[in-house]
């Protein structure tokens, strides 16, 4: 069982807007920057969002990050099928004194 | 840019030592933190330990007992030990940098272990 948790599954179809919510608690998200991270089927996971909500150089602004006390959000507009992919978010949890990640949230862009 | 490879068996028995290598290019290894992060078959993603290129480390209390990580600055390469191996720990193992509050912006393309008799 993840310490962070996001919904198991998430659709849309192309060009819609959808968001993949993550909740948490004030240990992580509450107190610390929230991460998310897109991995494509069978590669290696690639940061998407850092610190809340700012996007390494080469992601589309399509893709967009927020947060609010203990929960967090992905938000994707204009959705292309490229984006179908699992997302996970993750937040330094001062309880543990290390990161945590969701469960992941596959996308599938139907 | 930073590039990270994994190197380790593929296949282990039970009780057995997981050693894993990652070899970092395109940087030097004594500037940031570097991680280990698992990932079993169909499941997401478990932060295994992290360690600072003065050998300061920080691990999953849930996996403390079992693991090390080293770093070797004169081959700009950190590894990973895993003692008492079980069919639990089968999983991909991926390297990665960062681990301290921040980030992980750069990751190895991952290496599959698995544990079986």
């Known amino acids: 069982q993840s310490v962070l948790t996001q919904p198991p599954s998430a659709s849309g179809t192309p060009g819609q807007r959808v968001t993949i919510s993550c909740s948490g608690t004030?240990?992580?998200?509450?107190?610390?920057?929230v991460y998310w991270y897109q991995q494509l089927p069978g590669t290696a996971p690639k940061l998407l969002i850092y610190r809340n909500n700012q996007r390494p150089s080469g992601v589309p602004d399509r893709f967009s990050g927020s947060k609010s006390g203990t929960s967090a959000s992905l938000a994707i507009s204009g959705l292309r099928s490229e984006d179908e992919a699992d997302y996970y978010c993750?937040?330094?949890?001062?309880?543990?004194?290390?990161?945590?990640f969701g469960g992941g949230t596959k996308l599938t862009v139907l | 840019q930073v590039q990270l490879q994994e190197s380790g068996p593929g296949l282990m028995k039970p009780s057995e030592t997981l050693s894993l290598t990652c070899i970092v290019s395109?940087?030097?290894?004594?500037?940031?933190?570097w991680s280990w992060i698992r990932q079993p078959p169909g499941k997401g993603l478990e932060w295994i330990g992290s360690i600072y290129y003065t050998e300061s480390t920080n691990y999953n209390p849930s996996l403390k007992s079992r693991v090390t990580i080293s770093v070797d600055t004169s081959k700009n390469q950190f590894s990973l030990k895993l003692t008492s191996v079980t069919a639990a720990d089968t999983a991909v193992y991926f390297c990665a940098r960062g681990g301290s509050h921040t980030h992980f912006d750069s990751w190895g393309q991952g290496t599959l272990v698995t544990v079986s008799s």
């Open positions: 004030r240990s992580n998200i509450g107190s610390n920057y």
């Open positions: 395109g940087g030097a290894i004594s500037s940031d933190y």
């Open positions: 993750a937040a330094w949890d001062d309880s543990l004194s290390g990161p945590v």
